[in-house]
């Protein structure tokens, strides 16, 4: 009984070895197939460009190559037509902005108004990196100043505030501690 039971063992242990091998192999089989190389032509790439440069009029903010709507559809197959056809891609967007007007583009022109979207944004950063700047150079000319005018800075404003007088009573007492100190480790020099 005891040799039956570890050649069910063993049977049943080699059976998952072949489950789980057979697992693997059909995974890297499916995964080959999944990363097979598509070519894409200039030609879809140009109309792929155009799709994502150009906005759905009804959904606001998307570009037609992520509308999902029908007119965004009927669009795409418009662009598709006309690179078919040999039109420019510069032609193809002002076909657009024809019958669609100027905010259908995805990027603001670069003239008139539109202009105002290119300029803002750089000189924005500028501005406000010069005010950090001046921030911090204000910050640290204060800090400057303040530690030169005695206001409170830690232990130089106490010392500060002590009179003539105790001064020169603790300092008394220092000496007095440090001629003792002197006075013993000559003595104890001395005894050895």
Known sequence: MFLN????????????????????CSLIVISMGCTSQIE?????TRIKKLNKSIMCPVCPGESIDQSQNELAGYMRGIVRDQVD?????????????????????MEPPSSGIGMVAWVVPPVGLIVATIA??????LMRRRNIRDK????????????????VEEFNRYAALFEKNVIEKESETETGNEDQ
């Open 5 to 24: 039971n570890y050649q069910f063992r063993q049977e049943k242990s080699s059976e998952g070895w072949k489950l789980a091998f057979s697992f693997l």
């Open 85 to 105: 056809q040999g039109i420019t891609d510069k032609e193809i967007r002002g076909y657009f902005v024809d019958r669609y007007g100027p905010v259908v583009l």
């Open 40 to 44: 894409i032509t200039d030609e879809e």
């Open 132 to 137: 950090v700047w001046i921030t911090l150079n």
């Open 148 to 163: 030169g005018s005695g206001e409170y800075t830690g232990e130089e404003s106490l010392v500060s505030e002590l009179s």
